[in-house]
């Protein structure tokens, strides 16, 4: 039995995609560096590394002229490797961005036919999806954008994406597949403009929906990052509005094309606060790292990937956990939340509340010149990242 605190477990629900693992290793400038390995090589490889759940496109596993009963055999043998090693399909996604057809976007492509063939693929995914058990749904635009905004107004875009959104819900109702839909949003790559470039523009969004109430969001660490965003910030205004159905977990270096590195890879410390956030909140969903190895590796680099991903997951919540069992920092942190002069609580409006925050006597000088001690709140934070704390 090894005493290694750092193993995944089932708790966890550590998942990955098919396209994650499966990568094989192109990029816009380079061929395939790995073989491409069978769905059912990959779940034997998720099964090996730990991970408890293992998610796709469809046409990761279907391919897309495949006919019913090919498509059935394959989902057949899919189900199988799953069972036997004990992994989930938690979630399923439809490709709407790899065949020509939606080069122009999807569900916001000025072909009425192309919006009815994203359609009629969604409606496949579903139902694959709810034949593996699947629960969330996402759906990432990657196509659903513009180079030049002569191509269509974007908020016809936007029209034509809620349509299709409200439509994709009533079939998840409609079949009682019970679909949490998760909506992931990303600034640019593969189109210069994405809609919905952020998580927070996907909430607004929601909020125009016909059934807001199963519709949620899926942040990606790199693409809030893509944006210049805090990640943790986004997640939590999901969290806070109940909207934090999925997470993809990865890595970015703020300013460069989207790289899906390992997570922690690139900026530890923007990781230990998510995690940090993930866990003091009692987020039970997924964690699902959408990422890629390195162009460098072959399938035993994969596997340090997908290792790496996990572990440092573990370690940074048991870094959390230090930080928050820290004397140093718990009497930093009891201090915050102080008021440092009497004065009335803001709460919800009332006459007399009005009042006594107009007429009370606050010393604006001192509340300007209070110390705050951030500084050794964060290096007491590095400390017990870097490990000697
Ligand atoms: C890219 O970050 C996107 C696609 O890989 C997929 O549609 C989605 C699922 O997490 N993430
Ligand atoms: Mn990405
Ligand atoms: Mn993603």
């Not at 769905?39 to 796709?56: R, S, T, Y």
């Not at 006919?67 to 394959?74: E, K, L, M, Q, W």
């Not at 122009?104 to 709810?130: E, H, I, P, W, Y």
């Amino acid at each position: 039995m090894s005493t290694d605190p750092f193993l995944p477990a089932p708790e966890h629900k550590f998942s990955f995609g098919l396209w994650t693992v499966g990568n094989p290793g192109r990029d816009p400038f380079g061929e395939p560096v790995r073989d491409r390995l069978s769905p059912v090589q990959l779940v034997e490889l998720l099964g090996e590394v730990g991970a408890w759940g293992v998610n796709l496109h469809d046409n990761d596993l279907v391919p897309i002229d495949a006919n019913a009963s090919v498509r059935d055999g394959i989902v057949r043998e899919f189900r199988t490797a799953c069972v036997s090693n004990g992994l989930t399909v938690p979630m399923v996604t439809t490709n709407l961005f790899t065949d020509p057809a939606f080069k122009d976007g999807a569900f916001t492509a000025n072909d009425q036919a192309v919006r009815a063939l994203s359609v009629q693929k969604a409606m496949g995914a579903m139902d694959l999806g709810a034949e593996l058990g699947a629960k969330i749904f996402v759906m990432w635009g990657g196509r659903e954008g513009a180079e030049t905004d002569g191509c269509r107004r974007p908020d016809v875009a936007i029209a034509r994406l809620r349509e299709a959104v409200n439509f994709l819900c009533e079939y998840s109702v409609a079949n009682g597949y019970d679909y949490r839909i998760a909506l992931e949003a990303k600034p640019n790559e593969p189109r210069s403009d994405i809609y919905m470039p952020t998580t927070g523009a996907y909430l607004g969004f929601i909020a125009t929906l016909d059934h807001p109430e199963l519709v949620g969001v899926n942040p990606e660490v790199a693409h809030e990052h893509m944006a210049g965003l805090n990640m943790t910030h986004s997640v939590a205004q999901a969290w806070d509005a109940g909207k934090l159905f999925h997470i993809d977990l990865n890595d970015q270096l703020v300013g460069r094309f989207d790289q899906d590195f390992r997570f922690g890879a690139a900026n530890p410390k923007a990781a230990f606060w998510l995690v940090k956030f993930l866990e003091e909140v009692g987020y039970d969903g997924p964690r699902h790292f959408d990422a890629h190895a390195y162009r460098t590796e072959g399938y035993e680099g994969v596997k340090d990937f997908a290792r790496g991903c996990m572990r440092t997951y573990l370690i940074l919540k048991d870094k959390a956990r230090r930080w928050r069992a820290d004397p140093e920092i718990s009497a930093l942190v009891a201090g915050l939340a102080e008021s440092s002069q009497a004065a009335p609580p803001v709460g919800r409006y009332s006459q007399g509340g009005a009042e006594s925050l107009k007429l009370c006597r606050l010393d604006r000088a001192a509340l300007g010149g209070r110390e705050l001690r951030y500084e050794q709140l964060d290096q007491l934070t590095i400390e017990i990242l870097c490990g000697v704390r």
